[in-house]
């Protein structure tokens, strides 16, 4: 089984699973994160709650995510 540690250290496996390079995968990850930031700004309602607050997801990063 391939985790993604061991997908994230050999280029080569990576290109060869996702179809990116490790750089690409990185860039791509935090042009993501910093997408999906502003979507839940600006598609959020009135919430009590401030951005963060309540129950994390499961999913930690944003590269882990895409």
Known sequence: MINK????????LCKAIIGLSVEELKNL??????????YRKKNRKDHER???AG????????LESL
Not at 29 to 38: G, H, K, N, V
Request: with cysteine; hydrophobic share 40%.
């Open 29 to 38: 990850a935090a042009e993501f994160s910093a997408c999906y930031l502003i």
């Open 50 to 52: 401030q951005m963060g």
């Open 5 to 12: 540690e061991r997908l994230l250290r050999d280029n080569r």
């Open 55 to 62: 129950q994390k997801g499961f999913i930690p990063t944003p």
